[in-house]
């Protein structure tokens, strides 16, 4: 016990941390180890903030409580060497299984290998780990790209001028950015420039650089922004320049306060493609459950992305992601990794 509390300890220093409890009593049922319970998974993410963090762990925990399993969430709050220390905590604390949420496939592929050494059952969220023991759980990045892209063709036709944000070296946005160089090719389409940061204050961040660009490239007429924080960040550029008649943006994700954003009046914001975060968590914790019980999910577990445009929103009146989920029911659920023994999470 006094060794867990020390690692606990070692993990509040180097990265967010919250633990729920499990339930002794099992699921009736259920395979083992499930149907004794007092199972333990961890979740490690890469990412420390941002909407879209948020969703997710929510549906961790829903599915997590569904389970009655033990979970302790952590955020490496963009850092490599935190991320691959609250990994080996885990290992340490002897957890059944490990989420691994984004992240740098370079800096986790032998850490990842260590738990799996361990006895460890490994699933990775949006991070390509080379592992065909690692299940990757997956939005369909090109098909997300390629429902938003499309809308930008038929908005604007073909042969505009445009600007992308985006970093390379993370898996989701490398694969998101591949299919814009496609449809640049296929379509005529001139990228006048290419920008983008990942730390603590993207918005911001990009904002800045968003401004920069959009001075020096007045011509640019759309923004492909492969991720929502990204998306806000070029937003807020646009308003204060006063150019959101002319720019428009075409992004990836989705979240109230995306909604709250895409939906104001005049919003330079007009279309994103996405799967539901939370859904998104909720499926991690069914695939780490059913690798932890010998159910293989597979190595790759796609979910399929919903094409959301600004006036879809605004003529269903829909404010929130609850009233998305109401009216875009393939928006709500995933029957990925799924088995008759493994609960439905409360909504």
């Known amino acids: ?3 867990k509390l020390k690692i606990l300890a070692a993990a509040l220093v180097t990265g967010a941390i919250f633990a729920t409890q499990s339930t002794a009593a099992g699921l009736p049922g259920a395979p083992a180890p499930f149907d004794k319970g007092g199972v333990d998974i961890a979740v490690v993410s890469f990412l420390g903030s941002g909407d879209w963090l948020q969703a997710f762990e929510a549906g961790v925990k829903r599915q997590a409580d569904a389970l009655g399993v033990k979970l302790t969430v952590s955020q490496a709050r963009n850092d490599n060497d935190t991320q691959r220390t609250l990994i080996e905590q885990a290992i340490n604390l002897g957890v059944k299984g490990i989420i691994v949420n984004n992240g740098r496939p370079e800096v986790l592929k032998d850490v990842a290998q260590k738990a799996l050494d361990a006895g460890i059952k490994v699933v990775a969220y949006d991070v390509d780990l080379d592992n065909l023991q690692i299940p990757q759980i997956e939005q369909s ?4 790209a390629r429902l938003v892209l499309e809308q930008a063709i038929r908005e604007k036709g073909e042969g505009f001028t445009a600007g992308a944000v985006y970093v390379a070296g993370f898996a989701p946005l490398d694969r998101r950015y591949g299919v814009f160089k496609e449809f ?12 983008g940061v990942v730390n603590d204050t993207v918005p911001a961040s990009v904002a800045d650089q968003t401004k920069a660009v959009l001075r020096a490239n ?4 759309v923004i492909f922004t492969p991720w929502d924080e990204f998306a806000k960040g070029v937003k807020l550029a646009i308003d204060e320049l006063g150019l959101a008649s002319r720019v428009k943006i075409y992004g990836v994700d989705i979240s109230t306060a995306d909604i709250q954003l895409i939906t104001e009046p005049e919003s330079a914001w007009v279309a994103t493609a996405a799967a539901n975060a939370a859904v998104v968590g ?8 059913l690798s932890i019980a010998g159910q293989f999910p597979g190595r790759s577990v796609l979910l399929q992305p919903t094409l959301i445009t600004r006036d879809d929103l605004t003529g269903n009146g829909i404010g929130t992601i609850e009233e998305l989920q109401e009216k875009f029911p393939a928006f709500r659920e995933s029957d990925a990794a799924t088995a008759d023994w493994i609960p439905a999470v409360k909504r």
């Open 1 to 3: 016990m006094f060794k």
């Open 141 to 144: 990045d090109r098909d997300m």
């Open 184 to 195: 640049v090719q296929k379509h005529n389409i001139t990228e006048k420039a290419v920008w």
């Open 218 to 221: 007045p011509d640019i007429s």
């Open 282 to 289: 909720e499926v991690s914790v069914r695939a780490v459950a």
